[in-house]
């Protein structure tokens, strides 16, 4: 079955450094990944979607890549701040579905 | 409202109670998804709808659980006879077409079934 892992539960570091999560997935090839924050109490918001054909995307202090060979999406933060401290979702689409790895806290500390 | 909003935002109820779960859309929106996300896991579908077509319930965990939507506004989500492990935050998000596009989500309606 498709599956999206997101390997640690959490990460914490120091502000000022860059922060970097990641997603894997196994016996499939999606069209493309998306990366959400979640913020404690609230819904999902969206941050980046990255597409099969694109080898990195940026969004000022965020980078996402895709490596199609090792099947896993990295997500960046750089110069991280304490208000980056949530936790990051990455997902895929099934179907009509977005399907959700569980999810990496971060914790930014000053 | 800018956002997607879900009533209520918390509800407790009784093991066996039936409960219903409200989302308003963003306007505009033809496809409106509910998700479940128990504590400390990712999210979970469970169903999604698109404009007029048949609704996709294919992550609907039981027969207790329906859901409804009038055209393309409001949707609720109702649950049957409520079991402990149906406790968990219910999200819905909308978004402006296919499920390729982004989906926003509301702050959710965290149920506990007692």
């Known amino acids: 079955s498709q599956k999206i892992e997101q390997n640690s539960e959490a990460l914490n570091i120091q502000e000022g450094k860059t922060a970097t999560l990641t997603c894997n997935y196994t016996n499939y090839s999606p069209a493309y990944l998306q990366w959400y924050r979640q913020d404690p109490g609230r819904g999902p918001v969206f941050l980046l979607l990255i597409r099969e054909n694109e080898k990195e995307k940026r969004k000022e202090r965020l980078k996402v890549t895709f490596d199609t060979t090792l099947k896993q999406s990295l997500f960046h933060i750089t110069a991280s701040q304490p208000a980056d401290s949530a936790t990051y979702l990455c997902?895929?689409?099934?179907?009509?579905?977005?399907?959700f790895g569980k999810g990496t806290t971060l914790s930014v500390s000053s | 409202g800018a956002g997607v909003s879900q009533s209520p935002s918390n509800k407790v109820t009784e093991k066996g109670k039936d409960v219903e779960l409200r989302c308003d859309p963003i306007s505009g929106h033809t496809a409106l998804y509910w998700y479940r996300q128990r504590l400390g896991q990712g999210l979970e579908f469970l169903i999604y709808?698109?404009?007029?077509?048949?609704?996709?319930k294919s992550g609907l965990p039981s027969d207790r659980f329906s859901a409804e939507r009038t055209g393309e506004s409001v949707s609720t989500l109702t649950i049957q006879r409520t079991q402990q492990e149906d406790s968990a935050v219910y999200l819905c998000?909308?978004?402006?077409?296919?499920?390729?596009?982004?989906?926003?989500f509301g702050p959710g309606t965290r149920l506990t079934v007692l």
């Open positions: 997902a895929h689409q099934a179907g009509t579905a977005l399907i």
């Open positions: 998000a909308s978004s402006f077409g296919t499920s390729a596009d982004t989906q926003y």
């Open positions: 709808f698109q404009g007029n077509s048949a609704p996709d």
